[in-house]
């Protein structure tokens, strides 16, 4: 692994290597790397989770964090994503972590001769949500294979819902898409499911954030009609199989996805994924940057 830019980039093998060891991570079992090492984490859209979670997964390994504000950068200026890129490796940034409005950004990174780990790429895809979310669910089940998934919402602009689809279902699971019909895309139209019929057989019900900044919904758009149609409520969780959890990747449009008390709930690990993404990041810096792993 020399960079992690799109889930269809890792094997079945390395997933679950990244997973079993962000688990040890979990329980105490790491060390800070050695050497002087520095990353970058350049963030072209704002972020609360992925940022602050790579900022704390790098202070447990002893990496030092190199402070870059896109609105107080050259970027303002007209600088390229390349220069930036290659002006952080040549003040001897040792890894490159990036979020950025354009799919598949990376693509135009083919000569930065250091990492580069993808913290999101437009509506394409997010590969360190994404294995945050696989650890989280095999914490839960211990196994992928034969797992009924239902990702809701707005899949058409969702990175995580991208990244996730694929993933899961080279592990073995059988994902469905559910949520508002205009808002699916072609990879989802086949193996859509009603909401209520997927609430009620599925393992994980995976909630996506309405993106209104994405697909412009009118000041008419209605928190509560939409819950009604398709979040989680009260009389859904009671529809939920046994064991059956709530996951949503944050922020979460409390009232929207998901009721605001069920957030919290039993059947929710929407918390723990955020606890688990620092430690799937602190697996992930480690393969990448401690070469004898």
Sequence with gaps: MNHLLSMTHLSESEILSLIHRAIEMKKGDYSKLHGELSIANLFFEN???????????????????????????????????????????????????????DNEYYNELEDINIPV????????????????????????????????????GDISHSRVAHSNGEALTALGAE?????????????????YLDFDTAVETCDVIMLLRVQHERHMVSKEFSKEGYNKEYGMNDSRV?????GAVIMHPA???????????LVESEKSVIFKQMENGVFMRMSILEKILKKDV
Aim: glycine content about 8%.
């Design 47 to 101: 972020s609360t989770r992925t940022k602050t979670s790579f900022e704390m997964a790098e202070f447990k390994l002893g990496i030092h964090s190199i402070p870059f504000d896109a609105s107080k950068s050259s970027v303002i200026k007209g600088e390229t994503l390349y220069d930036t890129c290659k002006t952080m490796e040549a003040l001897g940034c040792d890894a490159l972590v990036i979020r950025h409005e």
């Design 117 to 152: 780990i993808n913290g999101g790429d437009g509506s394409g895809s997010h590969p360190t949500q994404s294995l945050l979310d696989l650890m989280t669910i095999y914490e839960q089940f211990e196994t992928f294979k034969g797992l009924k998934v239902a990702i809701a």
């Design 175 to 191: 994902v469905f898409y559910s949520g508002p019909r205009e808002w699916q895309d072609e990879s989802s139209d086949s193996r």
């Design 238 to 242: 009671k529809k939920m199989k046994q």
């Design 251 to 261: 922020p979460v449009n409390r009232g929207v996805e998901i009721e605001d008390h």
